[in-house]
C-alpha cells in the first residue's frame, strides 16, 4: 500500500464547477504539500500545510491531522486549471517528498 | 530573485555514455533535493544535499548514479553508463531550510 493515496485518478469538469482533490497518507508527517504539474511538465508548489486551512485565490487546501486526510478544492473551476494535481507528503528530519500518483483534471468551457 | 534553474532542459544520450544534470538553487537556498518521474509514473526522491554534503541518498540506484553539491555552484547529478530505463524528467527542488520547496522546471533525459 503506498504511503499516499489519492483520489480521483482522473477528473472531468465543466468550467465554472467546485472541484475537490482528496489525498489520504498514512504516516507521521511533518506537512503536507499540494503541486501542480503543468501540461509542459513544469511542477508548482501550491501549499504546504500542516494544520488547518490555506486559501490563494480560488484554490483551497484543508488538512485532517486526526484522520490522515487533506483536500484540494478549487472554486469557479477554469479551463487554465487543467493539470494534474499531486499531494505529497515530507516526513523525517531529511523532509523529502513522498508523492501521490497525481490527479489529472481537465476542465471544459 | 531567479527561480531554480535546472540545464539543459532536455539531453538525448546514447546508451553507454554519461549524463550530467545540473540545478542552480534559488539564492539564499542551501538545501537541494533531486526526484526522478519516470513515464507514466509518480514522482519518486532519490537524493537529498546540503552544501558539500550528501544527507541522504535512499532513493539513488547504488550503481552509477551519484550527486554533489559543491561548495561554489550547482548541483550536479551525474548518470554514468546510462541505460534506456534512465530516460526520465529529474526534478530538482531548493528549500531555504529544508521545508517548504521550489522546483526547478525539469531536465528531460532520453536515451537512445
Known amino acids: 500500500k503506498n504511503e499516499v493515496e489519492q483520489s480521483p485518478q482522473n477528473l472531468t469538469a465543466q468550467e465554472g464547477e467546485f472541484i475537490t482533490i482528496n489525498c489520504s497518507y498514512s504516516v507521521g508527517i511533518s506537512a503536507l504539500h499540494w503541486l501542480q504539474q503543468h501540461p509542459g511538465g513544469g511542477i508548482v508548489s501550491l501549499f504546504m500545510?500542516?494544520?488547518g486551512k490555506k486559501k490563494h485565490g480560488r484554490l483551497i487546501a484543508t488538512i485532517n491531522i486526526q484522520e490522515k486526510h487533506s483536500s484540494l478544492h478549487i472554486t469557479a473551476s477554469h479551463p487554465r486549471d487543467s493539470a494534474v494535481y499531486i499531494c505529497?507528503?515530507?516526513?523525517?528530519?531529511?523532509?523529502?517528498?513522498?508523492f501521490g500518483s497525481g490527479t489529472q483534471l481537465t476542465v471544459l468551457p | 530573485n531567479a527561480g531554480v534553474m535546472q540545464n539543459p532542459r532536455h539531453l538525448v544520450r546514447r546508451r553507454g555514455q554519461e549524463a550530467r544534470l545540473r540545478c542552480s538553487p534559488m539564492?539564499?537556498?542551501?538545501?537541494v533535493y533531486w526526484y526522478r518521474q519516470l513515464p507514466e509514473e509518480g514522482l519518486k526522491f532519490m537524493v537529498y544535499?546540503?552544501?558539500?554534503?550528501?544527507?541522504?541518498e535512499s532513493g539513488m540506484p547504488k550503481e552509477r548514479f551519484s550527486a554533489e553539491f559543491p561548495k561554489e555552484g550547482p548541483s550536479i547529478l551525474r548518470i554514468q553508463q546510462v541505460v534506456r530505463g534512465d530516460s526520465a524528467a529529474y526534478f530538482c527542488?531548493?528549500?531555504?531550510?529544508?521545508?517548504?520547496?521550489?522546483f526547478g522546471p525539469g531536465t528531460r533525459l532520453t536515451v537512445t
Open positions: 527542488a531548493s528549500s531555504p531550510a529544508g521545508n517548504e520547496q521550489y
Open positions: 500545510l500542516s494544520s
Open positions: 505529497a507528503i515530507s516526513s523525517g528530519s531529511a523532509r523529502q517528498l513522498t
Open positions: 544535499l546540503q552544501k558539500e554534503n550528501i544527507i541522504d
Open positions: 539564492k539564499g537556498h542551501s538545501h
